[in-house]
């Protein structure tokens, strides 16, 4: 079984910084993509960025510029830097990744974690 753990949420002011982390667990082989999602009340999930195994990153047009994302292979954990922090950005962010197993491959989900930008 893999799992996803997030940490790193919390309250911070509109204009700070936030570090998201994530560590993939279990019977990995290794992982293909990383990614974030977010989620905010009465919304729909939403891509937030994208890294691959070679570490090329995509983000969405609303972070582009003030989140970072990140990944050490060798530990299997992913990263989200975020700075620049605004009200709007406030919601549940998840982590996902596209895990080979020995025995198959899966896409796995995070529990989330939440991030409140007060303005």
């Known amino acids: 079984q893999v799992q996803l753990v997030e940490s790193g949420g919390g309250l911070v002011q509109a204009g700070g910084s936030l570090r998201l982390s994530c560590a993939a667990s279990g019977m990995i ?8 999602y977010r989620q905010a009340p009465g919304k729909q999930r939403e ?16 972070v582009r510029g003030r989140f970072t994302i990140s990944r050490e292979n060798a530990k299997n954990m992913v990263y989200l830097q975020m700075s620049s922090l ?10 996902n990744a596209g895990v080979r197993l020995y025995d198959g491959y899966r896409e796995v989900w995070g529990r989330g974690t939440q991030v409140t930008v007060s303005s």
């Open 29 to 36: 082989f290794n992982i293909n993509f990383m990614g974030w």
């Open 47 to 62: 891509l937030v960025a994208l890294i691959s195994s070679g570490s090329s990153a995509n983000y969405a047009d609303s």
């Open 86 to 95: 605004e009200p709007e950005d406030t919601a549940v962010y998840y982590c």
